[in-house]
Each structure stands twice: as structure tokens, then as C-alpha cells.
């Protein structure tokens, strides 16, 4: 009996592994940043807009200019856990002007936040980053597929810029 339920428990776990997901790199972004503007404690937490100024995309299959403009409005919990949501906008190689409306959280313990918040360079394996950027693109251009694909990534915070890896979810 032992066996025949350790079979079972062996095969469910096959196939749901087969089932996951896979993860293709799509491009990293390399967002230039001005220092946070703090509103302060609100009912959702501390408030912050930090406004994007520029930056890059490079991948496989996309290069591009990130634009001045954008920001991340963020809000900070009382557990400590950033709330993200970035807007903002590139021009890819072609012309075609592509949006970013990226939503994830920046969980962190109090020490490593604080070193985050006074500038310092943090590895990244010392916090947990990761959102889901949706982007769109005009039906016209060759990145008209990317309307209709989820993608997921990792976040790195550096002292005036964030590493974002954009993966697709295949």
C-alpha cells in the first residue's frame, strides 16, 4: 500500500511540474531615478513618488530609450513591505512607443530597507523584489505582440537607478 501511495504522490508531482510555467528573458531595463518625494503617512502608509528621468531597454529582441516622465508611486506598509506601482514610457528601436504599468512589492527586513532608503548599493539576494509589468505597444509596430503576453520580473534596487529582468511567461 505504502508503495503504490508513494507512486501516486510521485506521479501528481510529475505532472505538475510539467505543468508550470517556463520563463523566457525578454530585456532589462536599467530605470535612472530621482530621489523619492515624500508625501508621508497616509491611511495606506507612507506615500512616496519617485520620479523616473531615463534610462534603457536592452534584450534579444528589444532595444530602447526609456523616457524622462514617469514615476513610481509607492507606499510603504506598516509591516515594511513597499508597495510598487510604476508608469512610464520607452521608445524601442523602431520608433514604436511603448507603456510600462509595473505593479509589485519590495519586501525587506527593517535593516536592509533602511540601507535601501539611505542609498546604499543592497544585493539583491537580501530582499525580495518582484512585480508584473504589463506593457503595451501600438498594434502597427512588430512589438504588437507583447498587448497580448504576461510577463513577470525581478527588481534590483542601486542607489539612483532599479535593474528590472523581464521575463515572458510561456
Same mark, same amino acid.
Given at each position: 500500500?505504502? !508503495?503504490?501511495?508513494?507512486?501516486?504522490?510521485?506521479?501528481?508531482?510529475?505532472?505538475?511540474?510539467?505543468?508550470?510555467?517556463?520563463?523566457?528573458?525578454?530585456?532589462?531595463?536599467?530605470? +535612472?531615478?530621482?530621489?523619492?518625494?515624500?508625501?508621508?503617512?497616509?491611511?495606506? *502608509?507612507?506615500?512616496?513618488?519617485?520620479?523616473?528621468? %531615463?534610462?534603457t $531597454?536592452?534584450?534579444?529582441? @528589444? !532595444? *530602447?530609450?526609456?523616457? /524622462? %516622465?514617469?514615476?513610481?508611486?509607492?507606499v510603504?506598509?506598516? &509591516?515594511?513591505?513597499?508597495?510598487?506601482?510604476?508608469?512610464?514610457?520607452? #521608445?524601442?528601436?523602431?520608433?514604436?512607443? @511603448?507603456?510600462? #504599468? /509595473?505593479? *509589485?512589492?519590495? $519586501?525587506?527586513?527593517?535593516?536592509?530597507?533602511?540601507?535601501?532608503? +539611505?542609498?546604499? !548599493?543592497?544585493?539583491?539576494?537580501?530582499?525580495?523584489?518582484?512585480a508584473?509589468? !504589463?506593457?503595451?505597444?501600438?498594434?502597427?509596430? #512588430?512589438?504588437?505582440?507583447? /498587448? &497580448?503576453?504576461?510577463?513577470?520580473?525581478? *527588481?534590483?534596487?542601486?542607489? &539612483?537607478? $532599479?535593474?528590472?529582468? @523581464?521575463? +515572458?511567461?510561456?
Amino acid at each position: 500500500m505504502k !508503495k503504490i501511495i508513494i507512486l501516486l504522490i510521485f506521479s501528481m508531482t510529475s505532472v505538475f511540474a510539467q505543468d508550470a510555467p517556463k520563463l523566457e528573458f525578454f530585456c532589462e531595463l536599467q530605470v +535612472k531615478l530621482s530621489p523619492a518625494l515624500t508625501v508621508g503617512e497616509t491611511a495606506h *502608509g507612507t506615500r512616496r513618488i519617485i520620479p523616473i528621468i %531615463g534610462g534603457t $531597454v536592452d534584450g534579444p529582441r @528589444i !532595444k *530602447g530609450e526609456i523616457f /524622462n %516622465g514617469g514615476a513610481d508611486w509607492q507606499v510603504v506598509r506598516k &509591516d515594511g513591505v513597499a508597495e510598487l506601482e510604476a508608469h512610464y514610457q520607452f #521608445k524601442a528601436d523602431d520608433g514604436s512607443i @511603448i507603456y510600462v #504599468k /509595473n505593479i *509589485g512589492v519590495r $519586501v525587506a527586513s527593517p535593516e536592509v530597507a533602511a540601507r535601501i532608503a +539611505k542609498g546604499e !548599493k543592497v544585493d539583491a539576494s537580501q530582499y525580495y523584489f518582484r512585480a508584473i509589468p !504589463k506593457l503595451e505597444a501600438p498594434l502597427t509596430s #512588430k512589438y504588437a505582440w507583447i /498587448n &497580448d503576453t504576461i510577463f513577470v520580473c525581478t *527588481g534590483e534596487r542601486m542607489p &539612483d537607478a $532599479v535593474k528590472i529582468r @523581464i521575463y +515572458k511567461l510561456l
